[in-house]
T-cell receptor, first 113, second 114 residues
Framework: DQQVKQNSPSLSVQEGRISILNCDYT??????FLWYKKYPAEGPTFLIS?????DKNEDGRFTVFLNKSAKHLSLHIVPSQPGDSAVYFC????????????FGKGTHLIIQP | KAGVTQTPRYLIKTRGQQVTLSCSPI?????VSWYQQTPGQGLQFLFE???????NKGNFPGRFSGRQFSNSRSEMNVSTLELGDSALYLC?????????????FGNGTRLTVT
């Protein structure tokens, strides 16, 4: 049973446009959400996080939105740059992360020049 | 500051053998977590160590074990290897335990079981 789902295995966006990556979850006990970015042959890199008490968090070009009633979060990248081409993982935790992070299977973002 | 270092980068083992993977966390980080990444299952939590104590363990059989040393370095061991253990094993460190302390991942050890 997959508790964190990223339904789009890949996404292609033109450079300069907005990239929107989506993530759905089923466990209502999740209270902390994170996005990681992964380049080939490297480990994931932390991007941005959001607590369940918020509905939006911004960091430069990256904004995460959380809709608790829909159990949905999204990552917006504006404007998209070629270096953003990577696999993006959504992750969630409950109770302070005692059981580790639960990851989605990732979305491969391709930025077209 | 040096990042998380995992050794070796690649390993090829035979079914039934055992393997030990090593992880050196970022200096000052006290928590080390291990994750398994496979194409079918994605990233799955194996276990976390904090101050030499296993804090929690994911849904993996007892063949998977680990430990943490006083300098926060960690090792994980897989005994009686099976073909399905072929995966990328990622180690991550953080300052403290808990999800509010973001994980910093190493580049992983690619294990192939033949």
């Amino acid at each position: 049973d997959q508790q964190v789902k990223q339904n789009s295995p890949s996404l292609s966006v033109q450079e300069g446009r907005i990239s929107i990556l989506n993530c759905d979850y089923t466990n209502s006990m999740f209270d902390y959400f994170l996005w990681y970015k992964k380049y080939p042959a490297e480990g994931p890199t932390f991007l941005i996080s959001i607590s369940s008490i918020k509905d939006k968090n911004e960091d430069g070009r990256f904004t995460v939105f959380l809709n608790k009633s829909a159990k949905h979060l999204s990552l917006h990248i504006v404007p998209s740059q070629p270096g953003d081409s990577a696999v993006y993982f959504c992750a969630a935790s409950e109770g302070g992360g005692a059981d580790g992070l639960t990851f989605g299977k990732g979305t491969h973002l391709i930025i077209q020049p | 500051k040096a990042g998380v270092t995992q050794t070796p980068r690649y390993l090829i083992k035979t079914r039934g053998q055992q393997v030990t993977l090593s992880c050196s966390p970022i200096s000052g980080h006290r928590s080390v977590s291990w994750y398994q990444q496979t194409p079918g299952q994605g990233l799955q939590f194996l276990f976390e160590y904090f101050s030499e104590t296993q804090r929690n363990k994911g849904n993996f059989p007892g063949r998977f074990s680990g430990r943490q040393f006083s300098n926060s370095r960690s090792e994980m061991n897989v005994s009686t290897l099976e073909l399905g253990d072929s995966a990328l094993y990622l180690c991550a460190s953080s300052l403290w335990t808990g999800s509010n302390s973001p994980l910093h991942f190493g580049n992983g050890t690619r294990l192939t079981v033949t």
